[in-house]
């Protein structure tokens, strides 16, 4: 088991001859991904490193091979049509990794993502993995092993610093998720708890906020009332300064609660355990495995 | 983006939303021309991308164009919250009978713009939303949609009783929301919206932010930036790609990814030592990223030792290599540097570091620690 992918993932890869679209297509083909299509306007008809098939819309590609999940990497401005263009075509879970998306044209996409029934993980995110058995998006493979600890993070590389800690510390994977840095995104801190509360194989969950907005406020609070799994967090950005914008869109303290202060002494009444360090994660989650 | 009141207001006027006349000015001579121009009274307000520029002295009133002049000598030149203020905005002083506050952001929790009225205007809206919650109504509009007018009516109706002061209201809501949406906003504020003794409802006051985002596909908005309120060496960083932020600490950090980068800003402070910079190389990156970065961290006095913290996704580490080697080749590092990569093509980069006598660690905390130690001046471990 693990949260939404696995081996029955069948992907498509929305901007699949790009520069950043082909390097990674290989990837997560290297990794064992089931990669059944990809989708470039004008392209049609040819094939991606003579094996996939290509076509020029995503209603195509999901007509001639039944894919379940997209990956979208094409440039921000057409990001918001991409996602569209997946839910329109009826795929299920939609990955958005492309940073610099509008935040207005989320407005008009998430209500439409929802409505269709799929779900949304971005954008402005690594994507996720399920160690061993399929990754969509860009998380290293090599940083991960199978195992039962969920991740689920709004940075994408400071997941891999933290999934890297603990694979060298022997403490495997169910699934790593990364759901993006943007303000106003698909999945959030509390879609993934609850998955992993209801997957079998994991244990135990780290999780990796940062300044800005409260999902990690909520989150904290979903913990407390719905949680049997324990959760240790982190929160990047204590030495931030307010007002300023942290490179991700969200990531600024202005209003209530959006403080790394504010938010770490939500995880501590919600009797999460707090990492002070990324490496803090090994023992905290290695106590809490026993 | 921030954007000066004068430019907020500029934008909503295009909107058709009722604004006093004002001009901006930046000398004191100027602001005495302007001030004979209009007659009367005047407000002389400073332009900086700061709150509480009221409360900081920066918003006068003139009884006459020496006063003016005199206010724009004390007011030009002044610093509020640290920003130099170069340009004041002069208008004519309003009567007001009432003052009310109406904007809209982008609401991360509803994920939809939602408007934010209050009758209690001219003040601190968070504050009013802290202490008075009853007295501002929030209405979400689904952008696919925009704002509808039975929405607009129930915010005016919140505002004013009058129905002529509502039918007013309501338009501007409908002005803002359109300001909002063609300039990519997320935040458009006016405070204060008020009423003259003559029952006209105008916009006294605007604020704007733009999302950064939108910025490509809205060049005019885009020129509105002030590079003159903003640090110099992060007017250059952006110029570079990079995302920048200057702080006062001397440990410089280039890293990839904003979390990361946070939370190595972070671990430097847990090792005792206090980070020079936010700088995110982004993803994609190209050498030549890595080569300004190192160009704008070296240009600060402050930093006594630099930090690379890489981990490699999207970012391939053997294009920072690259980067690190061509950067010291053209501009030989005065200080000492720490390098820590792990990730995409790390076995190359490594080789390439080796062969430019470059040694790097694949342990972060390790990395940290010796930066610290190296920018007290110390040896490293």
Do not use: W
């Amino acid at each position: 088991m693990s949260i939404f992918i696995d081996n029955d993932t069948t992907l498509i890869v929305q901007g699949i001859t790009g520069r950043d679209g082909s390097f990674h297509t290989k990837q997560m083909m290297e990794y064992g991904t089931k990669v059944v299509g990809g989708v470039t306007p004008g392209k049609g008809g040819q094939k991606f490193e003579e094996k996939v098939p290509i076509f020029n819309t995503v209603a195509d590609a999901v007509a001639a091979t039944n894919a379940n999940t997209s990956v979208i990497y094409v440039p921000p401005n057409y990001a918001a049509d991409a996602i569209l263009e997946a839910a329109d075509a009826g795929v299920k879970f939609i990955v958005c990794i492309t940073e610099g998306v509008p935040v207005l044209d989320m407005t008009r996409v998430y209500p439409f993502v929802k409505e269709k029934g799929a779900r949304l993980l971005g954008p402005n995110c690594p994507g996720l993995i399920t160690p061993g058995k399929s990754k969509v998006g860009i998380i290293p493979g090599r940083i991960c092993t199978p195992g039962n600890v969920g991740v689920v993070s709004r940075s994408g590389t400071l997941t891999y610093e933290v999934v890297y800690q603990l694979t060298r510390a022997g403490i495997g994977q169910s699934t790593c998720v990364g759901i993006g840095g943007d303000p106003i995104n698909g999945t959030n801190f509390i879609d993934c708890l609850a998955a992993f509360e209801k997957d079998p194989e994991t244990k135990a969950v780290a999780m990796m906020g940062e300044i800005g907005g409260s999902d990690e406020q909520d989150a904290a609070e979903f913990v407390k009332n719905h949680m049997t799994k324990p959760v240790v967090g982190f929160i990047a950005g204590q030495t931030a300064p307010p007002g300023r914008r942290m490179g991700h869109a969200g990531a600024i303290i202005s209003g209530h609660g959006a403080t790394a202060a504010d938010k770490i002494a939500a995880f501590e009444a919600a009797g999460m355990g707090v990492a002070r360090r990324p490496i803090d994660f090994v023992e905290l989650i290695q106590a809490r495995l026993k | 983006m921030n954007i000066h009141e004068y430019q907020a207001k500029e934008l909503l006027r295009k909107e058709g939303v009722p604004i006093p006349p004002g001009e901006v000015a930046s000398t004191p001579e100027e602001v005495e021309k302007l001030a004979a121009q209009y007659g009367g009274t005047v407000v002389v307000k400073a332009q900086v991308h700061a709150g509480g520029r009221g409360k900081a002295g920066g918003v006068k009133l003139a009884k006459n164009p020496g006063e003016a002049k005199e206010l724009g000598q004390k007011i030009i030149g002044m610093t509020i919250k640290d920003l130099p203020v170069q340009k004041v905005l002069v208008t004519p002083a309003a009567d007001i009978a009432s003052e009310a506050y109406v904007g809209i952001i982008l609401d991360r929790v509803s994920k939809k713009p939602v408007f934010m009225v209050s009758p209690a205007g001219g003040i601190d809206i968070e504050e009013v939303a802290a202490k008075t919650p009853e007295k501002i109504l929030k209405l979400p509009v689904d952008t696919r949609y925009g704002l509808q007018p039975y929405q607009a009516n129930r915010l005016g109706y919140f505002l004013f009783d009058d129905p002529k002061k509502v039918k007013q209201a309501a338009k501007i809501m409908t002005q803002l929301y359109a300001a909002f949406m063609k300039n990519g906003c997320s935040l458009a504020e006016i405070n204060p919206l008020v009423v003259t003794p003559a029952g006209d409802v105008v916009a006294l006051d605007a604020k704007m932010v733009i999302d950064d985002n939108e910025l490509d596909r809205h060049p005019e908005i885009a020129a509105l930036r002030d590079e003159s309120a903003e640090a110099p060496s992060e007017v250059d960083a952006r110029n570079a790609n990079l995302t920048f932020i200057k702080l006062d600490g001397d440990v410089g950090c280039v890293v990839n990814g904003a979390g990361l980068a946070m939370a190595t800003m972070d671990l430097v402070k847990y090792y005792g030592g206090d980070p020079a910079n936010f700088l995110d190389i982004g993803g994609s990156s190209n050498p030549e990223k890595v080569v300004n970065a190192l160009r704008i961290i070296t240009a600060d006095p402050n930093v006594k030792a630099i930090l690379f913290n890489i981990f490699g996704g999207i970012t391939r580490t053997d294009d920072v290599a690259n980067g690190i080697v061509t950067a010291t080749k053209q501009n030989p590092l005065k200080v000492p540097i720490v390098i820590r990569l792990t990730g995409t093509n790390e076995e190359i980069a490594m080789k390439i570091l080796q062969e430019n006598g470059f040694s790097a660690s694949s342990d972060m905390d390790e990395a940290v620690k010796k930066a610290v130690e190296l920018a007290k001046g110390g040896q490293a471990a």
